[in-house]
């Protein structure tokens, strides 16, 4: 029964399209947004307790993993929707988007948030790959959902390079689909063909793997395949890049690391392993000068998740438990915090109308609690300390000083330190200092337009993160350990 | 010795009696798509008679070697008939099957010395047409060696042989398991090499004397009479043994009267072939023959090394 | 299976071809005989190895790529372009030359690798990656938007013939699911193709340089 709560999402995006009235439309959005983490907890919480579940015969398989995952999509879609009544609102009072656009708008974000849904709990890998598939078609529409040059140009590359990606992913699934057949497995599911994977032929898993990580890969934000990433954040509405940067990555993500488990047991040896670490490095290390020099509030945040992306593929790769945890630590903490920055850098580009760095100064000044917000964000996210990302980096990066190589924790340090730098050198010059002469001119220019006081739910992931960098909850650390159990292989 | 010299006079004999007929047939049918009412199948064998009656007109700033080139044409020809075996024949005279020589790189190198005798004829006469026809005759054929070579390479591989009687048999007991993927792409980049030594469009026109885009009519167009018949008999009998050994390569011909009568069906299936081609696509510009050849030396490539891969 | 190997090489000519062509309209004609020869690819796999639910995939493969995604592209070429030619990146004989070396080194990669592989992917391995790479050398060779479709679908083609004649198909499921999303593709492309009609007046590709850096 409590596999219902998938039906929410699906609903929730109908009643949205076929609402006439737009107060409505707003409620009803919020509404699912609220139901939908309430419906969700319980099997979560049955996962943590019982082990891994299986559903509606065999096709839904729920792990710590998955559970880690479904908490993320319910939380940040929860915010994301309760934000976007707010900021859609104003939009459409604005005059940007009409009432039409409004319904399609909350139908298309309520069906990404449940392919986000079934790409979590799927068991066959190739419905996987299907889910998958689908989030980037439907989020495609989002991205170019104000059919302004720009996001059609975002739209138009993010679909052709993720589908391109996807295809490719596509032919490791044969690859492995024909691997499991010629041990005698006619399936797909990942419960079934992890305990068999050993038996698997080695050759044929590495070049699957290959093509997987390729192609998941793009979706995930792995360099050189992210040049999407900035251009479909930038341009999709803000509670959209939020859900894009905080959860279809990590889909994507678990889908690689899925392959990853099976990987490690059919192939002897560090094959699996260094290829993860060599593309979660170079993420990083690319990342890197685009984070410095970026002019774009919104790429800045795309190329931080490149970043952020890269240390937990590299964190898996290193593979010691220690940094199992921290990759899924890592994981959860940067997704919230993502979350929460795209949403205020969404009410911030309401407010100034920009999204130029350059063009923003003095927003402490200007907007204190906007300012603050931001400032908070940016410094969490860039991994200062007490917030949780500074904790899940320092494990990370620990567990790299630790591991054979130990050149790995180094490597995987300097790329942060630099990022960090970017990122407090920009959010400095944004909140710091006075306002110029001109903007006071035309002050009324930016005069707080109505909204509602539900935006200010963006706070909430960060809170959350705080939280953990303050103390870690116990059922927290749980979750994160049994998650990182199945990261390390220690499924049934 | 006897065996072989015997069933190669046979063949060549059939090549000499059929040629025309096929000729005859192709013209028809394009006649026939073309809304016309065309000439009959019977006319070549008319044409070489009314030739063969007629004086001939010789210039006077030719050489010997225009009178000679002809002659060496249907020699070395019908030289190649001898060695080509023939599914007709062994039918009829199943006591002398696989007598024929069938060496196929002679076949391939005879038939390139008759067109060696006709372009230095083109060239004799030192007429302006007959030079471009020689230039672009030498020119397309020396784009076509290389092409055609390649993808005889791959069937010959298989077979183990260079011996067109061998390969035949090892179609034969093949079977149709023979048409693997690396033939297929060696039996189109033939294709495409026959239509382009046959003389037919897109490479070249067989039915036009415009000057910009003849090449074999420009190399014969000093002659007249009977020296006249004997180059159209000798064009006519490389066009069959050229669609001969194409049909034998690919399909596995068995023996007796059954298969001879597939064969000649699908002798006129592909001149239908040729009849579609000829009219529905028009004849390419000079300079882009080399587009096809490189596509025909292309799908050899690919079919050698499809062959390799497996 | 050997015949299977045929189709698949008809089906790699074809991807070649398609390469180097000039058209709009003959890349459609060009996708539309791909999906032929992988419906004939699927109906050689039902009838050979037995496999039933296979008659579903081919007439799910008719019924859309080879029926309904050629119609669909053909009204919308007829709707959105004047001109059917079109200004390739490459020459048609340079991107030619480029995609059979693309194939040569696909054959000389597998060859090395010698993967333990049965006899009938052996083959038919080099033949579906080159197909795939194929599509993508064609999205780079091409501005117009629908070439970058076609590319997509060549790429999708290739794959299926590798699913089909090395495992006979994914989990009918999974088939399922992948249609339903190749389909989605399409139309969405095809929306956002239109808008790229309204918003540039251009299908061109090129025309989307805005986001840098």
Known sequence: ????????????????????????????????????????????????????????????????????????????????????????????????????????????????????????????????WVAIEATTLVSALLVGFYGREASIEAAWKYILLCSVGIALALLGLILLYFAAMQSGLMTLNWSELLPAAGRFDPELVKLAFIFVVIGFGTKAGFAPMHNWMPDAYSQAPSPISALLSAVLINCALVGVFRFHVLVVRAVPGDFASHLLLGFGIFSMVIAVPFVLLQHDIKRLLAYSSVEHVGLIVAAVGIGSPLALFGATWHLFNHALTKAALFLIVGRLEQQYKTRKIARIRGALARTPWLGAALLAGILALAGAPPFGLFMSELTVVAAGLGAPKGWTGMALLAPLLLAFTGMVYHVGKMVLGMPSLKWQRSAAMVQATSGSPLEWIALLPLALVLMMGIMLPEVVREGLLQAAAVLGGAGR | MTMELWTGALQAVLALVAAPLLQGWIKWLKAQMQGRHGPSIWQPYRDLFKYSRKGEVISGHTSWIFRAAPVGLLTTTVVAAMLLPSPLVAAALPAMSGAAIGELLLFVYLLAMGRF???????????????????????VAALAEPALILAALVLMIDAGTTNLTAIGETVRQAGWDWWSASHLLAFLALAVLVVAETGRVPVDNPDTHLELTMIH???????????????????????????????????????????????????????????LVESFFAKVRIFRVPRMMGASLMLGVLALLARFVQ | MQLVEIVGTVLLLAAIWLVGNRRLDRAVVNLTIQALLLTLVALITAVVAGVHHMYGVALLLFLIKVVAMPMAFFWALRRSERVLEMQPVLSPVVATVGAVALVVMVYFAVGSIRLPVPAVMSGLLPVSLSVILLGILTMITHRKALLQVVGLMTMENGLFMLAMASTFGMPFIVELGIFFDVLVSAVIMGGLTHQMKVVFASTDTDRLNQLRG
């Open chain 2, 217 to 275: 009519e420009g190399m014969i167009l000093e002659y007249s009479g009977p020296s006249l018949a004997l180059i159209q008999l000798a064009v006519w009998m490389k066009q069959w043994l050229l669609l001969n050994v194409w049909l034998q390569v690919m399909v596995p011909f068995g023996q007796g009267w059954m298969f001879a009568g597939l064969f000649c069906l699908l002798l006129a299936l592909v001149g239908v072939g040729l009849a």
């Open chain 2, 117 to 139: 005798c006709l372009a230095l004829a083109g060239l004799d006469a030192g007429s302006s047409f007959g030079g471009m026809g020689s230039s672009r005759e030498m020119y």
């Open chain 1, 1 to 128: 029964m409590e596999m219902w709560f998938l039906a929410i999402p699906a609903v929730t995006a109908c009643l949205c399209l076929f609402v006439p009235s737009p107060a409505w439309k707003h409620r009803i959005n919020a509404l699912g947004g609220l139901l939908l983490p309430i419906a969700a907890m319980p099997l979560i919480a049955q996962v943590l307790r019982e082990g891994p579940q299986v559903r509606w015969g065999g096709h839904l398989y729920v792990d710590a993993l998955s559970a880690l995952l479904l908490m993320i999509i319910v939380l940040v879609g929860f915010c994301a929707a309760c934000f976007s009544l707010a900021y859609m609102e104003r939009e459409r009072q604005a005059g940007i988007i009409d009432t039409a656009k409004l319904g399609r708008y909350y139908l298309w974000m309520h069906l990404f948030l449940l392919t986000m849904l079934a790409a979590a709990m799927v068991n066959n890998l190739g419905l996987l």
